[in-house]
């Protein structure tokens, strides 16, 4: 066995939709009504009925949900309430930007190359960086997009940073649609609530960049902050209103996470070691999830409290990087290969 195939299997061991006031209130009760009734027996096989879009609120830390509150937050409250969910999943531990989590996010693995990870350490979109991300990690890497892909199922890609096109370069064939707009999380999001009702797709990827992009600017819970909050909330709402009122989405659940948070008043996350830069949401809501603390429903789990566990750690705490195969999982797929965090696909969304 290999020193990076010993350090895989190591590591994996121990491994509301109030919109606005001219809305009816809780207008999520009746997709949730119908997710029920559509997702009872796909529940019990612990798997979707057939759709899943997975959400990541660009540097989200997530106290933003009790500083704005319910009527602040009104749809970030409903998922959080009434989906299986966390406020203290774990970023990745080598680093706390974007482009190196949100891979994580859709490989599985951790980032250092050396290591079985995927490599991407950098978080711009300069010439001299590596085209793909096969090119980082010096072998083939597979991702959510490929495991669906291959089952013959369709995905999409949208997200409001132009690094992210790096995701499209690495899997063309496996990515069927890519949306790509800097700063333009509005447009974004109309064209993925577009995309969700036209086309019956198995994945879709959804990245919203306001929170992160104004926290620089102006400062992690500075009043821009708290206000973009807002604005990411009624954006939230939009999206969960697509899926209230069309029936073809009833099978759908949302996956939410994040890349990694922010310390209030600071104006960067870089540092690994700060709690309000590592610690994110972890969120499954839609047809078939139990409401309730992730950690409860997941005793092979560890709330990590306040700590910052390694990969030597048994158990392991909830991370952004069981996305893709919490996602694999609700598909009915088997883990992505090569992954690393939830690659035995024991986290459950059920009491």
């Known amino acids: 066995m290999t020193s990076r195939s010993r350090g895989r299997r190591l590591a994996a061991v121990s491994a509301g939709l109030v919109l606005a006031a001219t809305l009816a209130p809780s207008p999520g009760t009746a997709h949730e009504a119908r997710s029920a009734s559509a997702g009872q027996d796909s529940a019990a096989r612990g798997v979707s009925s057939g759709q899943v879009l997975a959400i990541s609120l660009d540097g989200f830390n997530p106290n933003l949900v009790t500083r704005l509150g319910r009527k602040g937050a ?192 600071e104006k960067g996350h870089a540092a690994a070691s700060v709690l309000e830069n590592y610690r994110v949401p972890f969120v499954i809501w839609g047809a078939g999830v139990d409401k309730g603390d992730l950690y409860d429903m997941n005793p092979t789990y560890a709330d990590p409290g306040t700590s910052r566990p390694l990969f030597d750690a048994d158990p392991q705490p909830i991370r952004n990087g069981d996305l893709a195969n919490v996602c694999a999982k609700l598909l009915g797929l088997q883990a992505v290969p090569g992954s690393l965090w939830g690659t035995d696909q024991t986290l459950t969304w059920h009491d």
């Open 74 to 265: 009104p749809n970030l409250t409903r998922l959080f309430r009434n989906g299986a969910s966390t406020k203290n999943a774990r970023a990745q531990i080598e680093l706390t930007v974007t482009l190196p989590n949100h891979t994580s996010q859709l490989t599985g693995r951790r980032i250092d190359a050396s290591e079985g990870g995927h490599g991407v350490t950098w978080n711009d979109d300069k010439p001299s960086r590596p085209d793909t991300i096969q090119d980082a990690a010096g072998e083939d890497v597979a991702s959510i997009f490929t495991q669906v892909h291959d089952a013959g199922l369709s995905t999409a890609l949208f997200a409001t940073e132009s690094k992210f096109t790096l995701f499209k370069a690495s899997w063309p064939d496996a990515i069927d649609r890519s949306t790509v707009k800097d700063n333009k999380d509005l447009a974004i999001t109309r064209a993925v609530r577009r995309d969700l009702v036209q086309n019956n797709r198995a994945f879709t990827f959804l990245h919203l960049g306001q929170l992160d992009n104004t926290g620089h600017d102006h400062g992690w819970f500075s009043p821009k902050y708290l206000r973009a909050g807002r604005r990411i909330d009624e954006l939230l709402g939009q999206i969960l209103t697509t899926i209230r009122n069309n029936d073809s989405l009833d099978d759908l659940t949302i996956v939410l996470t994040a890349d990694h948070g922010g310390k209030p008043g």
